[in-house]
Nanobody, 124 residues
Framework: QVQLVESGGDLVQTGETLRLSCTFS????????MGWFRQAPGKEREFVAA???????DYADFVKGRFHVSRDNAKNTVYLQMYALKPEDAAVYYC??????????????????WGQGTQVIVSQ
């Protein structure tokens, strides 16, 4: 059974940097594209970024230039490096695995497995 475990969420101030990690286990990491989503209170879950096995990346417009997604295939881990955080970035961040070796999809329904989420709080 695939398991995803996120870590790295924290309370930070506006403008600071944070790196989230997601460790994958239970299957071959190579078979999955990995995505990051987030959900703020009262809002729907939204796509943030994705990385394929070959490290083709995709980003939501609102994080382009500020967030960087990467994966270490030797460590079965995907990262989300977040720079210049804003209060509106505060949310629970989830990593997810989609059963494709191609680019990571943007639709949450295309992802099979989800982590439990990690909280990011950005203070003014």
């Amino acid at each position: 059974q695939v398991q995803l475990v996120e870590s790295g969420g924290d309370l930070v101030q506006t403008g600071e940097t944070l790196r989230l990690s997601c460790t994958f286990s239970g299957d071959s990491f190579a078979n999955y594209a990995m995505g990051w989503f987030r959900q703020a209170p009262g809002k729907e879950r939204e796509f943030v970024a994705a990385a394929s096995w070959s490290s083709f990346t995709d980003y939501a417009d609102f994080v382009k230039g500020r967030f960087h997604v990467s994966r270490d295939n030797a460590k079965n881990t995907v990262y989300l490096q977040m720079y210049a955080l804003k209060p509106e970035d505060a949310a629970v961040y989830y990593c997810a695995a989609a059963g494709t070796t191609g680019r990571g999809p943007r639709r949450s329904s295309d992802y099979i497995y989800w982590g439990q989420g990690t909280q990011v709080i950005v203070s003014q």
